[in-house]
T-cell receptor
Framework: GAVVSQHPSWVICKSGTSVKIECRSL??????MFWYRQFPKQSLMLMAT?????????EQGVEKDKFLINHASLTLSTLTVTSAHPEDSSFYIC???????????FGNGTRLTVT | GQQVMQIPQYQHVQEGEDFTTYCNSS?????IQWYKQRPGGHPVFLIQ?????EVKKQKRLTFQFGEAKKNSSLHITATQTTDVGTYFC????????????FGTGTKLQVIP
């Protein structure tokens, strides 16, 4: 149980375009989802906490106008990287928790390459 | 903000040797989780520790949570090549609902 699906697995886009990444909880409802970013050989850094029906909470240093998060339902959160630049190339991973104290369940991640 | 550090950053061991990674938080944690990430993959949950001084075992893996709930360790006995990967601890802050902060990770390489 507690499966999180993330799509797409990888995407290549041109600089200046926008990319949308979807994160779905398949067998549970998630009022909260988390978006992480991981650069090569580095740890996972929390970008934002996505809250169903309300605004996302962004971590310090993360531009909310660049990384748009929408959590319109209890099973879907989306991250849109707007006006992508090469420095946005990274591994983006979403996660969700079935209950408040449960461990994180991760999607398979999206490898974004901006050319 | 909360910081979670892990040492060592890298560890190369001969197959059959033991391995330990240590995790230290700048703040008291409500619980700590351990994840393993293979190259190109996503983190996979291993275990969660909640109680002060808790020790849990999974076959050759032993996890400990410190008495002060600020540190933790993962010990692997008799490593195998399948243990290769990066091990992350992840701490959840105390005092109500808190985000999970990942440690810096320890990359384990096992030499056959």
């Amino acid at each position: 149980g507690a499966v999180v699906s993330q799509h797409p697995s990888w995407v290549i886009c041109k600089s200046g375009t926008s990319v949308k990444i979807e994160c779905r909880s398949l067998d549970f409802q998630a009022t909260t989802m988390f978006w992480y970013r991981q650069f090569p050989k580095q740890s996972l850094m929390l970008m934002a906490t996505s809250n169903e029906g309300s605004k996302a909470t962004y971590e310090q240093g993360v531009e909310k106008d660049k990384f748009l998060i929408n959590h319109a339902s209890l099973t879907l959160s989306t991250l849109t990287v707007t006006s992508a630049h090469p420095e946005d190339s990274s591994f983006y991973i979403c996660s969700a928790i079935p209950t408040g104290r449960s461990p994180l369940h991760f999607g398979n991640g999206t490898r974004l390459t901006v050319t | 903000g909360q910081q979670v550090m892990q040492i060592p950053q890298y560890q190369h061991v001969q197959e059959g040797e033991d391995f330990t990674t240590y995790c230290n938080s700048s703040t008291t944690l409500s619980n700590i989780q351990w994840y393993k990430q293979r190259p190109g993959g996503h983190p996979v949950f291993l275990i969660q520790l909640v109680k002060s001084g808790e020790v849990k075992k999974q076959k050759r893996l032993t996890f400990q949570f410190g008495e002060a709930k600020k540190n933790s360790s993962l010990h692997i006995t008799a490593t195998q090549t399948t243990d290769v990967g990066t091990y992350f601890c992840a701490g959840r802050g105390s005092g109500g609902y808190q985000k999970v902060t990942f440690g810096t990770g320890t990359k384990l390489q096992v030499i056959p």
